[in-house]
């Protein structure tokens, strides 16, 4: 199962099913709406993720969709909504402008969400109650993994893997196109997997899986997770 952007359509009723939670976002009244600062340093994360990827990742992308979400809200309805305010009323709508701004919102809030949830050198294994509910429902934290390149393989190009839940309010790992999100359709976000190839090409080329392995392996905060869930 993977999520496009039409799926997000259609699934416009989908009642929460949790409480999003409160970070990754400052909250902001008005534009323009300011990248937050890294949690760590650019060579923090390496050699899972490189000081070269990092400052490319979050210095050109990631503010290119801030700059660029920027620009197009000025003026409009979202121009003094929270961002994760403009990614849910954005994606309400098919109209080419809300769909640029959509595709920005989502983008500039995806990466806040990913950057936040990593802590250099561990903790890395859910623990406690997490870390049985993970186990039941992926086996064991090696069977999360394979889910995930498993998952990441349904999504074509560009796009996330994300652990949320499932129409059955059931722990899930979910593939979605692009930028978009659980959040989007009402769901929680716990924990994000870029798998655009600017997260991964320079330091792993085409080797998809292994950066997802080594991701899962080394760099999850899951205690970040764990309040994800509890907010
Ligand atoms: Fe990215």
Not at 28 to 49: E, G, K, N, S, Y
Not at 50 to 74: C, F, I, M, R, W
Not at 100 to 111: C, L, M, P, R, T
Not at 159 to 171: A, C, I, S, Y
């Amino acid at each position: 199962m993977h999520i496009t952007r039409r799926t997000i359509l259609a699934a416009g009723a989908v009642t929460a099913v949790a409480t999003v939670f409160p970070r990754p976002h400052v909250a902001h009244a008005a534009l323009p709406l300011t990248q937050p600062a890294l949690p760590f340093a650019q060579a923090d994360l390496a050699p899972v993720i490189s000081e070269k990827t990092v400052s490319l990742h979050y210095g050109k992308h990631h503010k290119a969709y801030y700059d660029k979400l920027n620009t197009l809200a000025a003026g409009t309805r979202y121009a003094d909504m929270e961002l994760v305010e403009i990614v849910k009323e954005a994606a309400k709508s098919e109209a080419a402008e809300d769909i640029k701004i959509f595709n920005n919102a989502a983008q500039a809030w995806n990466h806040v969400a990913y950057w936040d949830q990593f802590v250099p050198g561990g903790p890395n294994r859910p623990e406690g109650d997490l870390g049985a509910r993970i186990n039941e429902t992926f086996g064991d934290y090696d069977g999360l993994i394979k889910r995930a390149v498993d998952v990441s393989d349904t999504v074509f190009g560009t796009g996330w893997v994300w652990l949320t839940r499932d129409d059955d309010n059931k722990l899930a790992l979910i593939g979605y196109e692009d930028g978009n999100n659980p959040v989007a359709v009402g769901r929680p976000a716990y924990l994000g997997i870029d798998i655009w190839e600017h997260a991964y090409y320079v330091d792993y080329e085409n080797r998809k899986a292994e950066h997802i392995r080594s991701v899962l392996e080394k760099l999850v905060n899951w205690r970040v997770v764990e309040e994800r869930m509890s907010a």
